[in-house]
């Protein structure tokens, strides 16, 4: 569960730090789901999980704060799977 967490809350990250081209892949899809692939391409991110979550975002969760208390989170789960002995594999450098 905590490895599932960790691969989403890399790609918000990743989408919140390229928010603009994320929204314009967005704003050029046809629908939700080519959405979905646009952004897997585009952040070498899942289509299934990761790239949902990025595409149901909502904007405030780009404001500074946000942006913050998603990256703790994400240091707080790999810290957890450290601690359990797993080394956690991620896209972006935490």
Do not use: N
Request: net charge negative; aromatic share 6%.
């Amino acid at each position: 569960m905590a490895t599932q967490r960790l691969a989403v809350l890399d790609a918000v990250v990743m989408a919140q730090d390229r928010y603009a081209e994320v929204s314009d892949a967005i704003a050029a899809s046809a629908d939700r789901y080519a959405a979905r692939a646009a952004i897997s391409r585009l952040l070498g991110v899942r289509e299934d999980m990761a790239a949902r979550a990025i595409t149901e975002l909502v904007w405030f969760r780009l404001t500074v704060a946000d942006r913050r208390q998603t990256r703790e989170e994400r240091d707080e789960i790999i810290a957890e799977l450290r601690a359990a002995g797993v080394e956690p594999t991620w896209s972006s450098a935490p």
